[in-house]
């Protein structure tokens, strides 16, 4: 039924054969041509699909590249599967007017998804995707002619080019190490390959084969999926190993110890690598559920900071600005000034490693150095389920809010943000979020600080303030 079609923080989303059907996806598809159609782009024509590894992915994506040809619009599908920021780039370079992606990204396999980028590459936004949920009611979906040879387009060249023209390819290339990458059997296997030959690097790949079940993991670089990585870095003795979600938009890193470094230490490094060995400045853009090292960076640098709602849409619309530097989410997925609107996994693995060939350090030796200077983040997330969705999130941000003590942790309570959500922060800058769900019965709880024990006794407080 059209009701169980709802846009997400990137995209529609759902069980194959449940939600994620046929029938739904060619309401989708007819309602997203209709707004096309409705919205005509100067300069920019067409549309390009492309889809993932996932279980009937390329079946989707030609299914979608039907309909919309059927309703006149002009149509490329990629001839092989494709990381999303790899459409996000052939959307811009191409200048397509639109972009859909067949993927559910880091969730488990037996989802799959419809991604929607506009034509400088980034997620649809909010006012967009509306409109086109309105549509579902009104849109006919139309008879396709299943005999009608498609259009291809094949830009897999076209977009190494492009992750080589961000970076200082010869300082990479240069620099003599042992790396582990782990694909978590998702989309961007290979692409690191290609794009690092004749460096002076060993090497070294697991989960790389095309297994629509993603050998019974999450494709999420999280630190309860990558315990193989761990263990591969720690048998290889590598400097690092790195890790992508199914569609390669999101970044994982384990250091040379075979240790998880979380999204609240890996984006903090790499926004001190582009300011002190790049040399750039600019704003500074995270998502509310991310830390405050980088936060502690800008202010030190004396460079605007911006915390966004979840969703890197929001991050997304800043990249537009002139004076944009780098922007960042709790989920692995980042951004630098340059480049699309639009966070790509690949690309911010390959800046990490140019970190730590122009810094001659290992990452815990990076770390350590960080937080020598700005301080030590220990973060942790617990997502408590519910038997209901809240649905009325302004209510929820004043219950809890009303709930908050003068000190949580032993510490007296500084700020209240209610942006996406309730976030406390204490005087030391150590933070607790309660963030509901928009799409599930569930909310999630963040909290960072200097030491586990204070992380800890926040969480606690968090899932005692949702009971009460």
């Known amino acids: 039924m059209p009701e169980t079609i709802h846009f997400g923080t990137d995209g529609w989303r759902g069980l ?9 996806l060619r309401k989708i598809t007819a309602a997203t041509g209709s707004y096309i159609l409705s919205h005509p782009t100067p300069g920019r024509q067409g549309v390009l699909v492309g889809y993932d590894r996932r279980f009937l992915s390329r079946t989707f994506a030609e ?18 599967p494709l990381p999303t920021p790899a459409i996000s780039f052939s959307v811009m370079n191409r200048k397509a007017c639109w972009g859909i992606v067949m993927t559910a990204s880091h969730n488990p396999a037996l989802y799959n998804g419809f991604k929607l980028k506009e034509g400088l590459g980034r997620s649809a936004p909010p006012e967009v995707t509306k409109e086109i949920e309105a549509h579902l009611s009104t849109s006919s979906i139309p008879k396709i002619d299943a005999n009608r040879p498609l259009d291809f387009f094949d830009d897999r060249q076209a977009y190494q080019n492009y992750l080589k023209s ?41 989960h790389s084969a095309v297994d629509p079940l993603f050998g ?11 315990g193989d990585l761990m263990k591969e870095v720690r048998k290889r003795r590598a ?6 979600d199914g569609d390669a938009d999101r970044l994982g890193v384990v250091d040379e110890c075979g240790c998880y470094l979380t999204p609240h230490q890996v984006f903090p490094l790499l926004v001190l690598h582009c300011i ?21 960076i800008a202010r030190a640098y004396n460079l605007p900071f911006e915390e966004v709602p979840v969703g ?21 997925g980042y951004a630098v000034r340059g480049g699309l609107p639009e966070r790509d996994g690949i690309l911010n693995a390959l800046l990490f490693l140019e970190m730590l060939a122009a810094r001659k350090r290992t990452p815990s030796q990076l770390l350590k150095e960080m937080e020598k200077r700005f301080g030590s983040a220990h973060f942790k997330r617990i997502d408590m389920n519910l038997k209901n969705a809240i649905e009325d999130r302004i209510q929820f941000a004043q219950r809890i809010s009303e709930r908050v003590p003068d000190t949580l942790a032993g510490e007296r309570v500084a700020e209240i943000r209610t942006r996406d959500g309730v976030k406390i922060i204490l005087k030391s800058g150590a933070w607790v979020l309660l963030r509901p769900s928009g799409t599930e019965p569930l909310i999630r709880t963040y909290a960072e600080s200097e030491n586990l024990k204070k992380t800890d006794l926040l969480l606690k407080w968090a899932k005692q303030a949702v009971i009460l």
């Open 16 to 24: 194959i054969a449940d939600d994620f059907t046929f029938d739904n």
């Open 63 to 80: 299914e979608v590249s039907r309909i919309l040809t059927a309703q006149g619009i002009s149509v490329q599908l990629s001839a092989q």
């Open 166 to 206: 961000r970076l200082d390819m010869t300082l990479i290339r240069s620099y003599k190490a042992t790396v582990v990458w782990d694909y978590l059997y998702g989309v961007g296997s290979g692409i690191p390959e290609r794009v690092l030959k004749g460096s002076k690097q060993t090497l070294f790949v697991i």
């Open 216 to 226: 019974g993991l999450h494709p999420e670089p999280i630190e309860n999926q990558l």
């Open 239 to 244: 400097v690092v190993g790195l890790a992508l």
């Open 276 to 296: 002190e060995h790049k040399g750039w400045k600019g704003k500074v853009v995270q998502a509310v559920s991310l830390g405050y090292l980088s936060e502690r």
């Open 312 to 332: 890197f849409k929001h991050v997304a619309e800043r990249m537009l600005s002139p004076d944009f530097l780098a922007g960042g989410e709790e989920s692995g």
